[in-house]
């Protein structure tokens, strides 16, 4: 069974550039978050989608981040436009049920870098 | 969620048992205690959760004592490999994982 898997590894760009972060979860699983560690902080939560729907988004730090699960499939996360802040690695996980229930598996993160 | 509490660091040598404590005071009796790792440069990883009874994995073993005020995850014998940020989290029905500093595992020859 294939894991989390994220898209690109890494992504370099410019201050006030966009940038899109792609996450497939694990087939079959309804659930898929977000998070994110910026440097030196710890691993905070963004937001969680069931199916196409978001269900939570109170982690999302401003309106520069759009979170979308088109289809209830795969999510992207677009920030727009980048600031030096952003620079960070960014987690995707998902479940079958809610935590308590099942755990989340994690894909590798994707190492974002804004210059 | 309950706020949880874990040493900074941990040695072990390998093939010896790592046990990690984490304190959870403040844990309401719905809450059950989950442990993630997350080795340099990958996401975190699942590894084991309980509510009141001790739990085993094929990865490790959870204690929890009786007035679940606290536990230990035990590696039963640590690889180089085991060398992770080791978090303990507390979880009510939420969708989310509150994670803390977690505790750096290193593992020697």
């Known amino acids: 069974e294939a894991g989390v898997t994220q898209f690109p590894s890494h992504s370099v760009i410019e201050k006030g550039q966009t940038v899109t972060l792609r996450c497939d979860p694990i087939s079959g699983h309804d659930n898929l978050y977000w998070y994110r560690r910026v440097m030196g902080k710890e691993i905070k939560f963004l937001l969680h989608f069931v199916k196409e729907s978001k269900q939570d988004e109170s982690g999302m730090p401003n309106n520069r981040f759009l979170a979308e699960r088109t289809g209830g499939t795969y999510s992207t996360l677009k920030v727009q436009p980048a600031e030096l802040e952003d620079s960070g690695v960014y987690f995707c996980a998902s479940s079958q049920e809610w935590l308590a229930e099942d755990t989340q598996y994690f894909g590798p993160g994707t190492r974002l870098t804004v210059l | 969620d309950a706020k949880t509490t874990q040493p900074p660091s941990m040695d072990c040598a390998e093939g010896r048992a790592a046990n990690l404590p984490c304190n959870h005071s403040?844990?309401?009796?719905?809450?059950?205690v989950y442990w993630y790792r997350q080795i340099h440069s990958q996401g975190p990883q699942y590894i084991i959760h309980?509510?009141?009874n001790n739990e085993t994995n094929e990865m490790a073993s959870l204690i929890i004592t009786e007035d679940r005020k606290s536990s230990t995850l035990i590696l039963p014998h640590a690889t180089l490999r085991d060398t992770a940020v080791y978090y303990c989290i507390a979880v009510l029905n939420t969708d989310k994982l509150i994670f803390g500093t977690g505790t750096r595992l290193q593992v020697f020859p």
């Open positions: 309980g509510l009141k």
């Open positions: 403040t844990i309401s009796g719905n809450e059950y």
